[in-house]
T-cell receptor
């Protein structure tokens, strides 16, 4: 079993809709989670970090962490074509080592 | 602040050769991590350096090595290159956001092609 798993993509949503990206993890040891956005041909860009159970909002992005269910999600409200990218879920598993999911490719259609 | 810089951005090498990649972290960041990204394996952790010491290491063969200098700049070296080493090599610098919580910021990467 992979340590960090993301829901299979690709995911396609219309402009203005809510995009929901999900991630599950198996290692209960670390509770630091991150969402990175990676445009094609570019490097990952940190968009959200979450360390506590519950929701964390930043603009159109909301990260949710549910430790009991070992589940992390990212909601993107009012999705824009510029949000089209691959979204990577990562867990800090040992010191400053990040373990990544395989990524979910999101396409927002105008 | 300037972001993480990596050089070179693109590199083409032949099997059996060796390569050295360089990374300069964000000013003030003392931790540098290296990752390999391939279509098949995704993003995988190579190693992490903090204050010139390797603090963490991933599951890569000994052909992959690294070091960090006193100014926090880091290099990674891959010896005896194999075709499977073709990948995007990413460097990330990290800092504490409080307690044991760290955030990592990636550089643009070095695209290595082995022929």
């Amino acid at each position: 079993q992979k340590e960090v798993e993301q829901n299979s993509g690709p995911l396609s949503v219309p402009e203005g809709a809510i995009a929901s990206l999900n991630c599950t993890y198996s290692d209960r040891g670390s509770q630091s989670f991150f969402w990175y956005r990676q445009y094609s041909g570019k490097s990952p860009e940190l968009i959200m970090s979450i360390y506590s159970n519950g929701d964390k909002e930043d603009g159109r992005f909301t990260a949710q962490l549910n430790k009991a269910s070992q589940y992390v999600s990212l909601l993107i409200r009012d999705s824009q074509p510029s949000d089209s990218a691959t979204y990577l879920c990562a867990q800090e598993t040992s010191g400053s080592r990040l373990t990544f999911g395989e990524g979910t490719q999101l396409t927002v259609n105008p | 602040k300037a972001g993480v810089t990596q050089t070179p951005r693109y590199l083409i090498k032949t099997r059996g050769q060796q390569v050295t990649l360089s990374c300069s972290p964000i000013s003030g960041h003392r931790s540098v991590s290296w990752y390999q990204q391939t279509p098949g394996q995704g993003l995988q952790f190579l190693f992490e350096y903090f204050s010139e010491t390797q603090r963490n290491k991933g599951n890569f063969p000994g052909r992959f090595s690294g070091r960090q200098f006193s100014n926090s700049r880091s290099e990674m070296n891959v010896s005896t290159l194999e075709l499977g080493d073709s990948a995007l090599y990413l460097c990330a610098s990290s800092f504490s956001v409080g307690g044991a919580r760290y955030e990592q910021y990636f550089g643009p990467g070095t695209r290595l092609t082995v022929t």
